[in-house]
């Protein structure tokens, strides 16, 4: 069975009181049952983390690679326009990345528009809300299959 791990970076955790009018009324949770059912279907294994600490999120990828996951799910939330450490985390294990935000972070204050975690990634999806983890983790699945 395939594994993937999901990580959610600072202030996630309010999602669902959290600037709705930007980031939709689901909670973290919505979001997780929601992927984790999803991912049943594709008999994947998902493993749904949450930190406001760029160390837990290092530690989390070092992890992935340790425990062998094929897969990995970011949305580092604010981190993704400074953090050159998680960037290369990503880089450092060579596990399949692919970063989600819910919101465009193309069409909101120009910090955002940078990612510095995108180019350690496969890619980057943004601005279709919690669609965007299920399209993330439909794109693996489909890779996983190819393979
Ligand atoms: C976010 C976008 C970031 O700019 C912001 O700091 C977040 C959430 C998103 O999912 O749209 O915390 O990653």
């Known amino acids: 069975m395939k594994r993937i791990r999901v990580l959610n970076g600072p202030n996630l955790n309010l999602l669902g009181t959290r600037e709705p009018d930007i980031y939709g009324h689901q909670t973290l949770t919505d979001i997780k049952k929601r992927l984790e059912e999803e991912a049943h279907a594709y008999n994947i294994e998902l493993d749904f983390y949450q930190s406001n600490h760029e160390g837990d999120i290092i530690d989390r990828i070092h992890e992935a690679y340790r425990a062998g996951y094929d897969g990995i799910i970011i949305n580092p939330g604010a981190f993704t326009h400074y ?8 880089s450092s294990v060579n596990i399949p990345t692919i970063e989600v935000h819910l919101s465009n972070i193309h069409s909101r204050e120009e910090f955002r528009s940078k990612s510095v975690i995108a180019p350690a990634c496969i890619g980057q999806i943004c601005g279709l809300g919690a669609d965007g983890y299920s399209a993330a983790l439909f794109v693996l699945h489909r890779r996983f299959k190819e393979r």
């Not at 953090?83 to 990503?90: C, K």
Request: proline letters at 0%.
């Open 83 to 90: 953090s050159y450490a998680i960037r290369d985390a990503i």
